[in-house]
């Protein structure tokens, strides 16, 4: 039976949602929309499922302070007359993703009052990012109390990690109470993991490093369509640089940060979030298009140790994975910077990567060289619709 679900994606300065209609075999987009900027230059687009606008409108820094009023415009939205006559109808569910699962979920969970206390009481694993996780989930409970709901985590897909993989080399203690190394961006990878299956088959089932590079950038390994280990750990700041994390540091800086520099743990984690990676290094900007087109030795010094770093963490999840049998790109950075995979596969080389020019700028989905022992492709993520497929299976089993 056809069922309408909403599928929710709310980050910490921006919202994305999708409508679909589901079955069991297939889910068909009816709208996608957008509110990004949110505190800074408020925008929201909203789009049919084939693409055509259906709403484009720009806000005055104020008009959208939060994620919460973000919230509320979309969901008025959805529940009016347009958005009702997008959608097809009345929602049947709404799916969110919700960053943290901590030790206890390794898959979507249907939301009742006892699951929704349990994702809250894992909010200090995850105090940036939960919260804004939680609003829209309060936000449909208040509207349409009855309407299902389900959240899908994206520490999930990580959960099978096998214990060494799960570790930090600290006391047992502190394992117990959850300091793992969950992982993140589970949703994208599944996705992919997925998507393998339709587009490149006989890799599906091989050993495949995804490079998940957009605002938040990680490198998940996985063998047999299951994550085996990831560069993000306890919490999204760990592993390969992004636009304004460091990625991995040494312990030791927080300490001298805390000690010599007198920060406080607000202003350390503000630190770490929003002024290092790619920005705080290159003191120019965040965002890779910026830095390409920069004559800044500091925006090429930036790009080149994001490649460096990238190179070298493969070099990790080969070793872990035994080798690899493919590398695939998605998400912001990966789906769209062509220079910047050019520079990625020739540092991986030793791990018989190639590339394929034309096919890489024409950003075609198998961009292999000719000879390369193992395949490249560029594979666009979409978290919305693994949300909608696991709200789907969840309620409708
Ligand atoms: P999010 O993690 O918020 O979903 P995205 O996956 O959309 O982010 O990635 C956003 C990033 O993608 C931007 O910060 C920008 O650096 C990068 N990006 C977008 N377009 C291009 C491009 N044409 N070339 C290189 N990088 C790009």
Redesign the pocket.
């Known amino acids: 039976m056809q069922r309408l679900i909403l599928a929710v994606n709310a980050?910490s300065s921006?919202i994305k949602f999708q409508a679909f209609a589901a079955d069991h075999a297939s889910l068909e987009r009816r709208v996608a929309g957008q509110l990004d900027g949110i505190g800074s230059q408020p925008r929201l687009v909203i789009k049919t499922g084939a693409g055509d606008i259906l709403k484009e409108q720009s806000f005055a820094t104020g008009e959208i302070a939060s994620v919460e009023a973000a919230e509320e415009l979309i969901g008025i939205w959805l529940l009016g007359a347009d958005g009702a006559r997008a959608v097809g109808g009345p929602l049947d569910a709404v799916g969110h993703r919700v960053v943290h699962g901590g030790p206890e979920f390794a898959g979507p969970a249907a939301i009742d009052d006892g699951v929704l206390a349990r994702i809250t009481a894992l909010t200090h694993l995850a105090p940036l990012h939960q919260p804004k996780n939680l609003a829209p989930i309060h936000a449909w409970r208040r509207r349409q109390p009855n309407l299902p709901q389900v959240a899908c985590f994206d520490t999930a897909f990580h959960r099978g990690h096998g214990e060494l993989a799960d570790r930090f080399a600290i006391p047992d203690a502190l394992y117990r109470e959850g300091v793992r190394r969950y992982g993140f961006h589970g949703l994208s990878y599944e996705f992919i993991a997925q998507r393998l299956r339709d587009v490149a088959p006989e890799i599906a089932d091989g050993r495949v490093i995804v490079a998940h590079l957009?605002?938040?950038c990680s490198l998940c390994a996985v063998k047999n369509g299951r994550s085996i280990d990831s560069t993000m750990s306890f919490t999204a700041l760990d592993g390969i640089p992004m636009?304004t994390r460091p990625g991995a540091i040494d312990p030791g800086i927080v300490l001298y940060l805390l000690r010599e520099k007198g920060m406080d743990a607000a202003a350390i984690e503000r630190f770490l979030y929003h002024e290092c990676g790619l920005k705080g290094l290159s003191g120019i900007s965040?965002?890779?298009?910026v830095l390409?087109a920069s004559a800044d030795p500091m925006a090429r010094l930036a790009l080149d140790h994001f490649v460096y770093r990238i190179a070298k963490e493969m070099g990790a999840l080969a070793a872990v994975l035994g080798g690899i049998d493919a590398l695939v790109f998605t998400?912001?950075?990966g789906e769209?910077?062509a220079a910047?995979r050019r520079e990625i596969v020739a540092a991986g080389a030793w791990l018989g990567l190639g590339l394929d020019d034309a096919a890489n700028q024409a950003r075609a989905l198998d961009i292999s060289g000719k000879g390369a022992s193992a395949r490249c492709l560029v594979i666009p993520t979409d978290e919305e619709r693994m949300i909608a497929r696991h709200t789907y299976a969840t309620l409708w089993p």
């Open positions: 980050g921006s957009g605002n938040g636009g965040n965002d890779v298009r390409e998400a912001g950075i769209n910077g910047l």
